[in-house]
Protein backbone atom coordinates (compact mmCIF):
# COMPACT_ATOMS: atom_id res chain seq x y z
CA UNK A 1 0.00 0.00 0.00
CA UNK A 2 1.30 3.75 -0.94
CA UNK A 3 -0.12 7.40 -0.43
CA UNK A 4 0.16 9.82 -2.82
CA UNK A 5 0.09 13.02 -1.38
CA UNK A 6 -0.44 15.05 -4.20
CA UNK A 7 -2.02 14.39 -7.82
CA UNK A 8 -3.81 16.38 -10.06
CA UNK A 9 -6.63 15.19 -13.08
CA UNK A 10 -9.61 12.76 -12.19
CA UNK A 11 -8.62 9.49 -10.18
CA UNK A 12 -8.50 6.78 -11.52
CA UNK A 13 -10.41 4.01 -9.49
CA UNK A 14 -8.40 0.81 -10.72
CA UNK A 15 -4.58 1.11 -12.12
CA UNK A 16 -3.36 -2.18 -13.62
CA UNK A 17 -4.36 -4.65 -10.77
CA UNK A 18 -4.12 -1.77 -8.04
CA UNK A 19 -7.15 -0.18 -6.76
CA UNK A 20 -7.18 3.78 -5.53
CA UNK A 21 -9.23 5.42 -2.91
CA UNK A 22 -9.16 8.99 -0.85
CA UNK A 23 -8.12 8.85 2.73
CA UNK A 24 -8.00 12.27 4.70
CA UNK A 25 -6.41 14.13 2.19
CA UNK A 26 -3.98 11.78 0.42
CA UNK A 27 -4.32 9.24 -2.34
CA UNK A 28 -4.09 5.51 -1.30
CA UNK A 29 -2.97 2.81 -4.17
CA UNK A 30 -2.65 -0.78 -2.93
CA UNK A 31 -2.90 -4.07 -4.93
CA UNK A 32 -6.65 -5.64 -5.49
CA UNK A 33 -7.46 -7.87 -2.65
CA UNK A 34 -10.53 -9.82 -1.55
CA UNK A 35 -12.59 -12.63 -2.77
CA UNK A 36 -12.27 -13.63 -6.22
CA UNK A 37 -13.91 -16.29 -8.23
CA UNK A 38 -9.94 -17.62 -8.99
CA UNK A 39 -9.50 -17.33 -5.72
CA UNK A 40 -12.36 -19.20 -4.36
CA UNK A 41 -10.82 -22.10 -6.32
CA UNK A 42 -7.63 -22.06 -5.99
CA UNK A 43 -6.59 -20.17 -2.81
CA UNK A 44 -6.37 -22.31 0.87
CA UNK A 45 -7.90 -19.53 2.64
CA UNK A 46 -11.16 -20.28 1.11
CA UNK A 47 -11.49 -24.23 1.77
CA UNK A 48 -13.28 -23.47 4.26
CA UNK A 49 -15.60 -21.00 2.44
CA UNK A 50 -16.08 -23.80 0.09
CA UNK A 51 -16.82 -26.72 2.44
CA UNK A 52 -19.54 -24.77 4.01
CA UNK A 53 -21.11 -23.73 0.50
CA UNK A 54 -20.87 -27.76 -0.32
CA UNK A 55 -23.02 -28.52 2.48
CA UNK A 56 -25.58 -25.64 2.70
CA UNK A 57 -25.95 -26.46 -1.10
CA UNK A 58 -26.86 -30.27 -0.11
CA UNK A 59 -28.96 -29.41 3.15
CA UNK A 60 -30.78 -27.15 0.87
CA UNK A 61 -31.63 -29.41 -2.12
CA UNK A 62 -32.78 -31.99 0.51
CA UNK A 63 -34.98 -29.38 2.44
CA UNK A 64 -36.71 -29.18 -1.02
CA UNK A 65 -37.49 -32.32 -1.75
CA UNK A 66 -38.97 -32.84 1.62
CA UNK A 67 -40.78 -29.73 0.75
CA UNK A 68 -42.02 -31.18 -2.68
CA UNK A 69 -43.37 -34.53 -1.08
CA UNK A 70 -45.00 -32.38 1.93
CA UNK A 71 -46.32 -29.37 -0.95
CA UNK A 72 -50.39 -30.29 -0.29
CA UNK A 73 -49.94 -29.82 3.77
CA UNK A 74 -47.63 -27.21 4.16
CA UNK A 75 -48.56 -23.80 5.32
CA UNK A 76 -49.41 -21.34 2.25
CA UNK A 77 -48.87 -18.40 4.39
CA UNK A 78 -45.27 -16.74 4.79
CA UNK A 79 -43.90 -19.29 2.48
CA UNK A 80 -40.49 -17.63 2.68
CA UNK A 81 -40.17 -17.96 6.20
CA UNK A 82 -41.21 -21.60 6.30
CA UNK A 83 -38.53 -22.45 3.76
CA UNK A 84 -35.51 -20.29 5.37
CA UNK A 85 -36.59 -21.95 9.01
CA UNK A 86 -36.67 -25.57 7.58
CA UNK A 87 -33.50 -25.07 6.02
CA UNK A 88 -31.50 -23.85 8.73
CA UNK A 89 -32.81 -25.94 11.44
CA UNK A 90 -31.80 -28.90 9.19
CA UNK A 91 -28.46 -27.81 8.42
CA UNK A 92 -28.22 -27.37 12.43
CA UNK A 93 -28.21 -31.65 12.22
CA UNK A 94 -25.13 -31.85 10.30
CA UNK A 95 -23.31 -31.48 13.99
CA UNK A 96 -24.46 -35.12 14.19
CA UNK A 97 -22.36 -36.58 11.33
CA UNK A 98 -18.99 -38.00 12.53
CA UNK A 99 -18.64 -39.98 9.91
CA UNK A 100 -17.88 -37.53 7.12
CA UNK A 101 -14.96 -34.41 7.34
CA UNK A 102 -17.05 -31.26 6.71
CA UNK A 103 -18.09 -29.86 3.41
CA UNK A 104 -19.27 -34.09 2.73
CA UNK A 105 -21.62 -33.92 6.03
CA UNK A 106 -25.26 -35.08 5.14
CA UNK A 107 -28.75 -35.18 6.43
CA UNK A 108 -29.48 -38.25 6.22
CA UNK A 109 -26.25 -39.35 8.18
CA UNK A 110 -26.96 -37.01 11.04
CA UNK A 111 -30.67 -38.32 11.00
CA UNK A 112 -29.44 -41.99 11.17
CA UNK A 113 -28.00 -40.98 15.01
CA UNK A 114 -29.56 -40.83 18.33
CA UNK A 115 -28.79 -37.02 18.79
CA UNK A 116 -29.54 -35.76 15.09
CA UNK A 117 -32.97 -37.46 15.47
CA UNK A 118 -33.90 -35.88 18.78
CA UNK A 119 -32.56 -32.29 17.23
CA UNK A 120 -35.45 -32.41 15.08
CA UNK A 121 -37.88 -34.24 16.83
CA UNK A 122 -41.09 -31.70 17.80
CA UNK A 123 -40.30 -29.67 14.65
CA UNK A 124 -43.05 -27.25 13.90
CA UNK A 125 -42.86 -26.81 9.81
CA UNK A 126 -44.83 -23.51 10.49
CA UNK A 127 -42.95 -20.68 11.87
CA UNK A 128 -45.80 -19.34 12.78
CA UNK A 129 -48.01 -21.85 14.03
CA UNK A 130 -50.94 -20.68 16.08
CA UNK A 131 -50.96 -24.10 17.89
CA UNK A 132 -48.45 -25.76 20.92
CA UNK A 133 -47.95 -29.46 21.38
CA UNK A 134 -47.03 -31.93 24.31
CA UNK A 135 -46.72 -35.04 23.23
CA UNK A 136 -45.52 -38.34 23.88
CA UNK A 137 -45.03 -42.35 22.27
CA UNK A 138 -46.42 -45.23 23.84
CA UNK A 139 -47.17 -48.49 22.26
CA UNK A 140 -47.66 -47.21 18.98
CA UNK A 141 -49.59 -44.77 19.79
CA UNK A 142 -49.76 -40.89 20.08
CA UNK A 143 -50.54 -39.17 22.72
CA UNK A 144 -51.21 -35.35 22.12
CA UNK A 145 -52.13 -32.65 23.96
CA UNK A 146 -52.82 -29.58 21.76
CA UNK A 147 -52.90 -25.79 22.73
CA UNK A 148 -54.24 -22.90 20.76
CA UNK A 149 -51.82 -20.30 21.26
CA UNK A 150 -54.06 -17.10 20.00
CA UNK A 151 -57.06 -15.82 21.13
CA UNK A 152 -60.26 -16.92 19.07
CA UNK A 153 -63.55 -18.23 19.15
CA UNK A 154 -61.98 -21.50 18.12
CA UNK A 155 -64.72 -24.29 18.35
CA UNK A 156 -62.98 -27.35 16.86
CA UNK A 157 -59.76 -28.63 15.61
CA UNK A 158 -58.68 -31.29 12.81
CA UNK A 159 -56.50 -33.52 13.24
CA UNK A 160 -54.54 -36.58 11.34
CA UNK A 161 -51.54 -38.55 11.36
CA UNK A 162 -49.38 -38.09 7.85
CA UNK A 163 -46.44 -40.70 7.31
CA UNK A 164 -43.55 -39.38 4.38
CA UNK A 165 -41.43 -41.91 2.74
CA UNK A 166 -38.93 -40.28 1.40
CA UNK A 167 -35.02 -41.21 -0.24
CA UNK A 168 -33.27 -38.17 1.20
CA UNK A 169 -31.05 -39.04 -2.15
CA UNK A 170 -33.43 -38.86 -5.41
CA UNK A 171 -36.48 -37.26 -3.06
CA UNK A 172 -38.65 -40.82 -4.49
CA UNK A 173 -41.37 -41.71 -2.13
CA UNK A 174 -45.19 -41.12 -0.90
CA UNK A 175 -47.16 -39.32 1.61
CA UNK A 176 -49.25 -41.59 3.35
CA UNK A 177 -52.66 -39.75 4.67
CA UNK A 178 -54.92 -40.66 7.04
CA UNK A 179 -58.87 -39.34 7.51
CA UNK A 180 -59.46 -36.51 9.88
CA UNK A 181 -60.98 -36.09 13.16
CA UNK A 182 -62.67 -33.59 14.54
CA UNK A 183 -61.93 -32.65 18.14
CA UNK A 184 -63.19 -30.05 20.76
CA UNK A 185 -60.10 -27.95 21.49
CA UNK A 186 -60.14 -27.71 25.26
CA UNK A 187 -60.41 -31.90 25.03
CA UNK A 188 -56.91 -32.51 28.04
CA UNK A 189 -55.56 -35.33 25.57
CA UNK A 190 -55.71 -37.16 22.76
CA UNK A 191 -54.49 -40.80 21.51
CA UNK A 192 -54.50 -41.93 18.17
CA UNK A 193 -52.59 -45.06 17.20
CA UNK A 194 -49.51 -44.47 14.77
CA UNK A 195 -49.83 -45.98 10.78
CA UNK A 196 -47.60 -48.88 9.63
CA UNK A 197 -45.60 -48.95 6.81
CA UNK A 198 -44.64 -52.16 5.91
CA UNK A 199 -42.32 -51.31 3.24
CA UNK A 200 -40.50 -48.64 2.59
CA UNK A 201 -37.99 -45.95 0.34
CA UNK A 202 -36.25 -44.18 2.55
CA UNK A 203 -36.83 -42.56 5.07
CA UNK A 204 -40.09 -41.93 7.58
CA UNK A 205 -41.24 -38.85 8.92
CA UNK A 206 -44.08 -39.23 11.17
CA UNK A 207 -46.35 -36.25 10.85
CA UNK A 208 -49.11 -34.92 13.19
CA UNK A 209 -51.46 -31.99 10.71
CA UNK A 210 -53.25 -29.53 12.82
CA UNK A 211 -55.52 -27.26 11.33
CA UNK A 212 -58.33 -24.97 13.16
CA UNK A 213 -62.17 -25.74 11.94
CA UNK A 214 -65.40 -24.20 12.72
CA UNK A 215 -68.58 -25.95 11.77
CA UNK A 216 -70.78 -24.07 9.33
CA UNK A 217 -74.39 -25.89 8.92
CA UNK A 218 -73.14 -29.65 9.61
CA UNK A 219 -69.80 -29.35 7.81
CA UNK A 220 -66.60 -28.76 9.52
CA UNK A 221 -64.40 -25.63 7.00
CA UNK A 222 -61.21 -24.77 7.75
CA UNK A 223 -60.26 -21.31 9.35
CA UNK A 224 -57.62 -19.24 7.14
CA UNK A 225 -53.98 -18.85 8.76
CA UNK A 226 -54.39 -21.38 11.20
CA UNK A 227 -52.15 -25.17 11.11
CA UNK A 228 -49.52 -26.74 12.40
CA UNK A 229 -47.60 -29.18 11.34
CA UNK A 230 -45.69 -31.23 13.40
CA UNK A 231 -42.69 -33.74 13.28
CA UNK A 232 -43.21 -36.53 15.65
CA UNK A 233 -41.16 -39.77 14.73
CA UNK A 234 -38.41 -40.00 12.83
CA UNK A 235 -37.56 -44.10 11.18
CA UNK A 236 -34.25 -43.37 9.45
CA UNK A 237 -33.15 -45.14 6.62
Given amino acids: ?140 QLIVQVKKTTACNLQWIGLRMLVLDINLDTGAGDLHTNDWNFEKHNTLALCYDIPEVKETTGTLFYLLEVQAFTLEEASYVPAKDSKGLLLFDIVAA
Fill in 1 to 140: MARIISYEGKRLPKIEGFVTYPLDNALIIRAKSGFTADGLQNNPKYDLCKRNASEFGAVSRVCKLIRMRLHEVLPKQNMLDMVNAFTKKMHSLLVNDKLHEKGKRTVATALATKEGKKALLGYDFNPDSSFTFNYAIDEE
